[in-house]
């Protein structure tokens, strides 16, 4: 059985940071695309960023261009988000998800596997 877990959610300031991580279980990432996905309320789940199976290709909504990172530990199993700068727009749950297949996406429908999602907060 597969599994996703985010953990480092929480509430920061305008203008900080946080690194999201997502620890997958029951499979190895390697050979899989990630991606991170945010949903805000009322608001439909968005595409945010995307790294492909070897970590070669990423890919970033134009909203996080320039201040979040995707990286990812084949070795451990683990995608991370790196979220800098930070602004009270980037509130929302923040998922993890996995493809079964290699290089990146953006679409949600391509992606199989999901973790159940950790609350950013950004006050201002």
């Known amino acids: 059985q597969v599994q996703l877990v985010e953990s480092g959610g929480g509430l920061v300031q305008a203008g900080g940071s946080l690194r999201l991580s997502c620890v997958v279980s029951?499979?190895?990432?390697?050979?899989?695309?990630m991606g991170w996905f945010r949903q805000a309320p009322g608001k439909e789940r968005e595409f945010v960023a995307s790294?492909?199976?070897?970590?070669?290709?990423?890919r970033y909504a134009d909203s996080v261009k320039g201040r979040f990172i995707i990286s990812r530990d084949n070795t451990e199993n683990t995608a991370y988000l790196q979220m800098n700068s930070l602004k009270p727009e980037d509130t929302a749950v923040y998922y993890c998800?996995?493809?079964?297949?290699?290089?990146?996406?953006?679409?949600?429908?391509?992606?199989?596997?999901w973790g159940q999602g950790t609350q950013i907060t950004v006050s201002s």
């Open positions: 998800a996995q493809r079964t297949t290699s290089p990146f996406a953006t679409r949600i429908d391509l992606f199989d596997y």
């Open positions: 029951g499979r190895t990432i390697s050979n899989y695309a």
């Open positions: 790294i492909s199976a070897s970590g070669g290709v990423t």
